[in-house]
């Protein structure tokens, strides 16, 4: 059964930072490209990165383009985000969502919570 | 600065046909966006429901079909149930505006 579980949310201040991780099993995590999503309360959702099998390939949203950083660790089966310079329009749920590229996007994790609040 | 639009809400009937859209300010959506659409309950993490324009997932209900209608891509749900009430999103893949996905802003369905 593919299982994604993220991890590693919290509060923060302002300008401070975070890193998010996403654990994945079921299935061979090297072979598939992961992204993270976030959904601001009562908003709707928002595609944040997209990293491929290799690293090779990466993506940002401009909202946290130089600000967040998208990595993974295919031998520990994670995907993580490195995230500074938060700001208080960063709160929201992030998600870990399998595919990209060529695969679909299928499997979601039930997502962390990051607030930053003074 | 792309911005995928979607109806905010609609309603339908159960049993009814409703269709969905997703439009882009980029131009007709064409297969090469790669077209996926997503349900939401409250509380609940989001489920993927098609890919790739018009393919389905293996727990994707029959009732719900992917298509491109009119430059925009579409999600048409025939035979409404009552557990189709829920938020539904589409993402687009701006592959040759720098590379990134974009989401719809949502729309809300009510099965009334």
């Known amino acids: 059964e593919v299982q994604l579980v993220e991890s590693g949310g919290g509060l923060v201040k302002p300008g401070g930072s975070l890193r998010l991780s996403c654990a994945a099993s079921?299935?061979?995590?090297?072979?598939?490209?992961m992204n993270w999503v976030r959904q601001a309360p009562g908003k709707g959702l928002e595609w944040v990165s997209s990293?491929?099998?290799?690293?090779?390939?990466?993506y940002y949203s401009d909202s946290v383009k130089g600000r967040f950083i998208v990595s993974r660790d295919n031998a520990k089966n994670s995907l993580y985000l490195q995230m500074n310079s938060l700001r208080v329009e960063d709160t929201a749920v992030y998600y870990c969502?399998?595919?990209?590229?060529?695969?679909?996007?299928?499997?979601w994790g039930q997502g962390t919570l990051l607030t930053v609040s003074s | 600065q792309t911005v995928v639009t979607q109806e905010p809400s609609l309603t339908v009937s159960p049993g009814g046909t409703v269709t969905l859209t997703c439009a882009s300010n980029?131009?007709?959506?064409?297969?090469?966006?790669?077209p996926n659409w997503f349900q939401q309950k409250p509380g609940q993490a989001p489920r993927a429901l098609i890919y790739?324009?018009?393919n389905k997932h293996s727990w994707t209900p029959a009732r719900f079909s992917g298509s491109l209608l009119g430059g925009k891509a579409a999600l048409t749900l025939s035979g409404v149930q009552p557990e189709d009430e829920a938020e539904y999103y589409c993402?687009?893949?701006?592959?040759?505006?720098?590379?990134?996905?974009?989401f719809g802003g949502g729309t809300k369905l009510t099965v009334l």
């Open positions: 969502l399998r595919g990209g590229g060529r695969d679909p996007l299928d499997y």
């Open positions: 790739s324009t018009n």
């Open positions: 980029t131009g007709a959506v064409t297969s090469g966006y790669y």
């Open positions: 079921g299935f061979t995590f090297s072979n598939f490209g």
């Open positions: 990293i491929s099998t290799s690293t090779s390939v990466i």
């Open positions: 993402l687009l893949h701006l592959l040759h505006y720098g590379g990134a996905w974009v």
